[in-house]
């Protein structure tokens, strides 16, 4: 699947539909990195037009767990053993970016990295995660 067919496949998923899911920028196998932009919807926030933290966490770890998949052509659904986000600016509507990278992928375990940004480039949330690495389900 190219980057659009897959885009358009995410998009079709109810999960990233209330997510607010756009599209994935970029991705590199090789690097085991991804980039996906979503949409911070007025419905993704509480009060002052603050997005609540659990969709921040949300896009980072979605971005992490995409980190994974593709390198491994995805054969493996990473299952989230630890996650750590450190919040470090609020989000607000518009356009963020999720990026994440692989840091090791061992047999059964990886551990990735994860950042979030508003449109203007600026950090609004890390995040890292330790995933179990478990075969997706043969459909």
Sequence with gaps: MDIEERSQHMREQPLFQG????????????????????????????????VQGGYVTGWIDSAMAHSVMIPTNFEFSPLTLELKITFLKSANPGPVI??????????????????????????????????????????
């Design 19 to 50: 997510m607010g899911f756009c599209r994935i920028l970029d991705f590199s196998k090789e690097e085991s990195s991804i980039r996906l932009e979503y949409i911070a919807e007025h419905r993704h926030c509480h009060s002052g037009n603050i």
């Design 98 to 139: 999720a990026e994440a990278k692989v840091i090791k992928l061992g047999r059964s375990i990886a551990f990735v990295e994860g950042s979030l940004f508003d449109n203007a480039g600026n950090l609004i949330a890390k995040g890292t995660s330790t995933n179990k690495l478990v075969p997706m389900p043969k459909q």
